[in-house]
């Protein structure tokens, strides 16, 4: 069973910066792709951005210029860095890894507020 771990949310203020880290137990070379999806209460979740194992990366139009999604092989992890955080931002951040089925982690809070 593939295991994903996020880590690195927390309180920042508006126009701060966080870097979220997701370990998989698995290497993500397995994965077709892996992304970040976040959901706000109250709200679907969505997608943030998708780091395909081929291609361009994909990003939401609310995070385009501020967020980049990156990935390390040697240490089974994908990254978003998040930078100019505005409240709206706010949410539980999930990752996720697609194989033949989709994998989640447990998410990490992040809190954009003064």
């Known amino acids: 069973q593939v295991q994903l771990v996020e880590s690195g949310g927390g309180l920042v203020q508006p126009g701060g910066s966080l870097r979220l880290s997701c370990a998989s137990s698995?290497?993500?070379?397995?994965?077709?792709?892996m992304g970040w999806y976040r959901q706000a209460p109250g709200k679907e979740r969505e997608l943030v951005a998708t780091?395909?194992?081929?291609?361009?990366?994909i990003y939401a139009d609310s995070v385009k210029g501020r967020f980049t999604a990156s990935s390390d092989y040697a240490s089974n992890s994908v990254y978003l860095q998040m930078n100019d955080l505005k409240p709206e931002d706010t949410a539980v951040y999930y990752c996720?890894?697609?194989?033949?089925?989709?994998?989640w982690g447990q998410g990490t809070q992040v809190t954009v507020s003064s």
């Open positions: 996720q890894g697609r194989k033949s089925i989709v994998y």
């Open positions: 698995e290497s993500i070379f397995g994965f077709y792709d």
């Open positions: 780091i395909p194992r081929t291609g361009s990366r």
